[in-house]
DNA sequence: CTAGGGTTAG
């Protein structure tokens, strides 16, 4: 055993209740031992009995007569009987304890309870905490039955103990019974109940006792707030909680902080959450990755690789959780290169499941399978996420047989399918057209893996549906639905109706789109080029005025192209780029040869009223046109281009790559904000259908 | 005796 695990003060000291009704406090004052050193201790513990005696025997003050004299009757007694005395097995029980061994000390116990004597408060905490560490339920309530009998009240802090083991142990009801008998409850009690509800999400309830607690006149303390403010449900209710903190001063506190700004993240506000941790004079790695990892989920990798950057500059190391949320910022950004340097990283913390798995997801949303795959392969541990993302990133790249067949591979390895999963499933099915195993999956996966069809996966439904042409049975389960459909169920239905050139069911979900999202620009265009599509220029012109009416401006189309560890932005309209001009000569040329070679621009896409040459010429200025000729003129010759768009891609820009990755024998892969077109000599991933 | 950061879909 280690000397470490032995009690900073060792009190082997006898408590004996004393049957004439006086109270329970022990009358004894003994001033607290210095704790000896290490080498010390270990003597100290294997003569504890010596030094119980000793203690036990000189009491000081008048009211510990009696105590004194049952004590010593006792103590002879039992001699006498040549049996153990109280003594004794208060010593033994309190030995067990400290030395974590559970069946002894439940043994002692047991005598300790038959003789009515008791042992100091701290031996029954070095008891309760190796109840926790092993899971025993069932000896912790044994204790708590011992603790509470013949009237006895135990301590608050024992209690305490007590508490935070029942909400350890999942048994909420239990604590909450125990908490609703305790007669003093402090701040810790409190703070427990308010912890366990939080982490059971039952934020009423944690918000409830945090009222209660206040007109319970105890004041809340750091821990308190920590716990409490991940329980707020929303931003008011955080605003009161926030100004609360700072008229306490508790906001200096780094647990206090960092769970502001996970809260302020959360809500959506990165920046509120930016601003709580700027004001901080010290902080630590946690703090940081709080903020990072705020940014990241908030998909605004930019200010989270900025942070990165400064969080390195303050000399802080990252960790895994660092790590997670960069290559987390790497894959909204579709960072192909920066990701590769972090798994050089990655590659110092061994088999960290959530980080391989982050970086999993990084190489498969930007486009590199290999990278991806190889990842998947050398992964020891692989959990459901871990084959979710490898699923779902072989189908979103067009690989729907490879990722049927890893689904495959993944129930026979007996990881459980999860919700996620069967969304991935369904997406490859539906992506390569694979409508009886598409529906053979949906129909089953409630009995097979007990899992109910969500939105996402009748989402995928009806784009398999509606790939197939079968529209009509795509609005049907449309219909079938158990939740509102949401815009992006109907978005799906649109592209399916564009394709199919249905233009009254294309006008109905567009119209139910706009109803859904009335400031999302991409909808206003869809639907208006629809309407010019078939001639309505009335109703073109209605759906353009109900835009400037409602504010709603077009974002510009816009690409990302990483180059020598750079990113170059090409965005509609802008011709900030220092190589414009030589770029745009080289796309000039580039369309001349694809003409030559029978290709037409489609300007159906171009979405001003221009006409003819002027039409062409604005749409020959799509970003990612300019940032593929970017890519042709400054990467190596056989490397492939890699892009990101913030817009869905035209169909003109789609035939222009599949043809320049045609004549030019490279590979682009070009990341619309839903899918992913991997351009080769053998055309797009996407089967022309998007 | 009570508190903080990271991963999969759309």
Redesign the pocket.
């Known amino acids: 055993m280690k000397a470490a695990s032995l009690p900073p003060r060792l009190k082997c000291i006898l408590l004996l209740l004393p049957s004439c009704g006086q109270s329970s406090s022990f009358p004894f004052k003994l001033p607290p031992p210095p704790p000896p050193p290490p080498l010390l201790r270990l003597l100290v513990r294997s003569r504890p009995y010596s030094l119980t005696v000793t203690a036990t025997a000189t009491p000081t003050g008048s009211a510990s007569e009696s105590c004194n004299m049952l004590n010593t009757t006792e103590y002879h007694n039992a001699t006498s009987n040549s049996s153990p005395s109280s003594i004794t097995i208060i010593d033994e029980f309190t030995r067990f304890c400290y030395q974590r061994d559970l069946p002894r000390a439940m043994k002692a116990l047991d005598s300790i309870q038959n003789r009515n004597v008791w042992a100091v408060p701290v031996t029954y905490?070095e008891l309760l905490?190796c109840c926790l560490s092993r899971g025993a339920v069932h000896q912790a309530r044994l204790v708590q039955k011992h603790l509470f009998s013949r009237g006895h009240q135990p301590e608050?802090?024992l209690v305490?103990?007590l508490l935070?083991m029942y909400v350890k142990f999942n048994l909420l009801d239990e604590a909450q019974a125990l908490f609703d008998q305790m007669p003093h409850r402090?701040?810790?009690?409190w703070?427990?109940m308010i912890?366990a509800y939080t982490?059971a999400m039952l934020n009423d309830k944690a918000l409830e006792f945090l009222i209660l607690m206040l007109r319970d006149g105890i004041r809340p303390?750091?821990?308190?707030?920590?716990?409490v403010l991940?329980a707020c449900q929303g931003l008011l209710n955080l605003r009161q909680l926030h100004s609360s903190i700072i008229k306490t001063g508790l906001d200096s506190?780094?647990?206090?902080?960092?769970?502001l700004i996970?809260i302020y993240s959360k809500w959506g506000e990165p920046r509120n959450a930016l601003h709580v941790f700027d004001e901080m004079v010290t902080?630590?790695?946690?703090?940081?990755?709080?903020i990072i990892?705020?940014f990241?989920?908030n998909t605004d990798g930019d200010e989270a690789l900025n942070l990165f950057k400064r969080m390195k500059q303050a000399g802080f190391m990252a960790?895994?959780?660092?790590?997670?949320?960069v290559?987390?910022a790497c894959?909204g950004l579709a960072l192909l290169e920066l990701g590769r340097q972090v798994h050089v990283h990655v590659i110092k913390?061994k088999q960290?499941?959530?980080?391989n798995?982050?970086l999993l997801?990084m190489y498969c949303?930007c486009g590199s399978l290999e990278d991806a795959n190889s990842t998947f392969t050398r992964m020891l541990d692989k959990?459901?996420?871990?084959w979710?993302?490898m699923i779902?990133g072989l189908a979103?790249n067009g690989f729907s047989r490879a990722a049927l067949e890893l689904f495959e591979s993944m129930k026979a390895s007996g990881t459980k399918p999860?919700?996620?999963?069967i969304?991935?499933v369904l997406?490859a099915c539906s992506h390569a057209g694979l409508v009886e195993d598409g529906q053979y999956y949906f129909r089953s996966m409630k009995t097979c893996f007990g899992i109910d069809p969500?939105?996402?996966h009748y989402?995928?439904m009806v784009d398999l549906l509606g790939r197939a042409g079968k529209l009509d049975e795509a609005v049907k389960l449309i219909h079938e639905m158990k939740d509102e459909p949401d815009a992006?169920t109907w978005?799906?239905l649109l592209g399916a109706c564009r394709v199919h050139r249905n233009t009254d069911l294309a006008i109905y979900s567009a119209k139910k789109i706009l109803s859904l999202e009335p400031n999302n620009a991409g909808t206003y265009i869809l639907l208006s080029n629809i309407y010019a599509n078939s001639q309505r220029w009335e109703d073109v012109a209605e759906v353009r005025m109900a835009m400037r009416d409602r504010g709603v401006r077009k974002e510009p189309g816009c690409s990302w192209i990483e180059v020598n560890k750079q990113i170059h932005a090409f965005i509609l309209g802008d011709n900030s780029h220092p190589q414009i001009v030589a770029i745009s000569m080289k796309l000039k040329q580039l369309i001349w040869r694809l003409k030559e070679l029978g290709y037409v621009p489609q300007t159906d896409f171009v979405l001003q009223d221009l006409e003819g040459e002027q039409k062409e010429d604005s749409l020959s200025y799509h970003s990612e046109k300019l940032a593929i000729v970017f890519g042709m003129m400054s990467l190596q010759k056989e490397g492939t281009i890699r892009i990101r768009k913030n817009l869905r891609i035209c169909g003109d820009c789609h035939v222009f790559a599949k043809l320049v990755a045609n004549i030019e024998r490279r590979n682009i892969v070009i990341r619309d904000p839903?899918r992913y077109h991997h351009f080769s000599n053998e055309g797009c991933s996407c089967g022309d259908y998007w």
């Not at 506190?253 to 769970?259: E, G, K, L, P």
């Not at 960290?352 to 980080?355: P, Q, V």
């Not at 999860?418 to 999963?421: D, P, R």
Request: aromatic share 10%.
């Open positions: 905490s905490k608050t802090f305490n103990i935070n402090n701040v810790v009690s703070t427990t912890a982490t303390n750091m821990f308190t707030y920590s716990s991940r506190d780094v647990f206090v902080r960092s769970a996970d902080g630590d790695s946690i703090v940081w990755n709080s990892g705020g990241a989920q960790d895994q959780a660092t790590l997670t949320s290559l987390r894959t913390f960290d499941l959530i980080l798995n982050a997801d949303k959990d459901v996420i871990s979710s993302t779902t979103q999860s919700y996620i999963t969304v991935g997406f969500g939105r996402e989402g995928c992006v978005r799906t839903i």
